[in-house]
């Protein structure tokens, strides 16, 4: 079966610095991995996919992905945060026979000023 | 476009009663889904129709709970009779099968209250 693990709950950050928020599949096949985010009180926005090609995908709101097949991981990554990525991330992946998207348990993500 | 719009926004019922969320997803798309989120079970697929179709419900929680897809343009989820349990955000999102499967619109959700 499908699924993806986002390992931290939080990841806490200073404005300016570089973050990471980290995803890991378990799929049988070539994986459909997605991120998104939920800013409070709003539904999921779509930040970026990964279906097949370059390893690094961008994304909306400066955000990148790195595909990294040995490792399993879909990490999620932005140069410089600011305060107002503040919001729960989700990694997603795609079941291959339906349209299904399998979230992750989400990673809360605080950037501090 | 406006976006996905789910009815209503809020709901507070007694535990007992029938309550009957809405959804009217973004023209043009073929695939609609029903979610609930909560704190201790995170995002939950409940149902997932395609072209007004039921394709997947394993994921509706027991026999209290019902969807129905009577057009492109509407959907309900219905649950009869309510617990407390069933208190979480409802979240419907479309989509369109094909390359840009698994992009999913969602809209701003239903927070449901059952006392």
């Known amino acids: 079966a499908q699924s993806v693990a986002q390992p931290e709950d939080q990841v806490n950050v200073a404005e300016g610095n570089p973050l990471t928020v980290k995803c890991t599949y378990s799929v049988s096949g070539n994986p459909y991995l997605f991120w998104y985010v939920q800013y409070p009180n709003r539904g999921l926005q779509f930040l970026l996919k990964?279906?097949?090609?370059?390893?690094l995908v961008k994304g909306s709101y400066g955000f990148e992905a790195e595909f990294n097949k040995s490792q399993t991981s879909f990490h999620l990554k932005k140069p410089s945060a600011l305060v107002s990525d503040s919001a729960l991330y989700f990694c997603?992946?795609?079941?291959?026979?339906?349209?299904?998207?399998?979230f992750g348990t989400g990673t809360r993500l605080q950037v501090f000023p | 476009d406006a976006g996905v719009i789910q009815s209503p926004r809020h709901e507070v019922t007694e535990m007992g009663q029938e309550v009957t969320l809405r959804c009217k997803p973004i023209?043009?798309?073929?695939?609609l889904f029903w979610y609930r989120q909560t704190m201790m079970r995170g995002l939950e697929l409940l149902i997932y129709f395609n072209n007004n179709v039921p394709i997947d419900d394993s994921g509706m929680p027991e026999d209290r709970f019902s969807a129905k897809m009577p057009n492109a343009s509407f959907s309900t989820l219905k649950i009869q009779p309510s617990e407390p349990r069933d208190s979480a955000v409802y979240f419907c999102?479309?989509?369109?099968?094909?390359?840009?499967?698994?992009?999913?619109?969602f809209g701003s959700g239903t927070q449901l209250s059952v006392l």
């Open positions: 997603a992946v795609r079941d291959l026979n339906t349209d299904k998207l399998i």
């Open positions: 990964y279906i097949t090609g370059d390893n």
């Open positions: 999102a479309s989509s369109v099968q094909g390359r840009e499967s698994g992009k999913l619109f």
């Open positions: 023209s043009g798309h073929n695939s």
